[in-house]
């Protein structure tokens, strides 16, 4: 799918396949300090990478690209259901989780491209895709740093509302979207 971002370049939106990871591995080396102190759901080698998506289905991720250049400039991953190290905080809001209508999501955009419509771009592409599959309830993988401004009204504008708090080097929301 293509969008038009907000300085009028095309960008295409789509799934991540194994054959990406060598240009995923430079989206990741050039994120900058700011991105990096907020971003960070899993290794950004090839090898973790490479882990992350060789079984199908467990990781999905989504990229948008520079139809201009086909650099990479967003990247999206959702997990199926839930990590299991979040559970008993994610429990303790009373929620019930389930590892087949559940999902935890990380999103992120390079540093030249963000507030420029990109991340919602994604979003809605992968929240489409993620109905067609049967997910129900999208979780933030490990929280938003509560002083992340530009994250949590990026969430909150797609609907996600605040469960709780956490400390983890400073404070943290939990927050959920539930998909109808
Ligand atoms: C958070 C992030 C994914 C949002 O994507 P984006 O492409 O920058 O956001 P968009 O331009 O699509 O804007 C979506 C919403 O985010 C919020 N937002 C975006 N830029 C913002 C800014 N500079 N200040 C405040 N809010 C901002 C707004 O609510 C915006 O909606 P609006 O344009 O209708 O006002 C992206 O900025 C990013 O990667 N940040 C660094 C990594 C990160 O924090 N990831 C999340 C970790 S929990």
Known sequence: MIIQSKNNRQVLLRKLIPHDIDKLTGYFQKLGPETLKRYGPHGFDKQSLF???????????????????????AYSVILSGYLEHDNFRLQSYGLTL??????????????????????????????A????????????????????????????????????????????????????
């Open 51 to 73: 882990e992350l998506f060789k079984n199908a289905g467990y990781h999905t991720a989504y990229i948008a690209e520079d139809a201009e250049t086909s650099e990479i400039i």
């Open 98 to 127: 389930s590892h087949k209508t559940d999902g935890t999501f990380a999103p992120s955009v390079a540093d030249e491209w963000q507030s420029l419509g990109v991340g919602n771009s994604l979003f809605h592409f992968m929240l």
């Open 129 to 180: 895709d993620l109905k067609l599959n049967g997910i129900k309830r999208i979780i933030l993988w490990g929280g938003v740093q509560s002083d992340n401004q530009k994250a949590v009204n990026y969430y909150l504008k797609n609907g996600f509302r605040i469960l709780g708090e956490f400390e983890y080097n400073g404070r943290n929301y939990d927050m959920i979207l539930e998909i109808y």
